[in-house]
């Protein structure tokens, strides 16, 4: 709006001094008021609106990192280890027969398809089907089954704070994937006082 700067339009017209998404980057970039939304960040003495989620945050849910880390450490004897072989899907190697192929931009388990052994297993319906995708190896989450017998596969995810661990959310899926219907369990990670 004029003056450069965002407005609730459900509150009267009140100015957007401070906010918090939900709504992914990536989507965003595509709205019509995004030049706007980037231009606003990159100019603070302008007394724009501070967004607390910041857009490096889509490099992180972008799937086409992992090929990347598997490029840049998939022959480091120290890090290897620590990162699944993975490849952009029209550069995976023939040899790399099981493996998950993911959407480069999917989120909460959409469009997601298990090969295991050259044959499809598993997959997901979603909006993200158009891609372009990644494949990464296949390794199957462990289940621990419930009283009912069912089994759960968990999913670990540390929040950081200024490059500290605040948090940890644990996700559990009864099916191979982890989408948005799984279970999920904030915890704090709390520091003792100096």
Known sequence: AAGDHFYDSD???ERIYV???LYPWEWMCGERFA???FRDMGAPLLDGTVWIEPPYKMLWSNKGLLPVLWKLF???PLRRDLLLP?????ERPPWLTSYVRKPLLGREGANVTIVVDGQIRLTTPGRYGAGPFICQA???????????????HP???VWLIDGEPAGLGIRESAGPVTDNLSHFIPHTIDYPAP
């Open 11 to 13: 509150c009267d017209g």
């Open 19 to 21: 906010i918090f998404k």
């Open 35 to 37: 030049r706007q939304c």
């Open 74 to 76: 998939g022959d480091d």
């Open 86 to 90: 993975a490849y952009f899907e029209a």
């Open 138 to 152: 296949y390794a199957p989450l462990p289940g621990f089954p419930d009283q009912q017998g069912v089994a759960w």
């Open 155 to 157: 999913v670990l995810g």
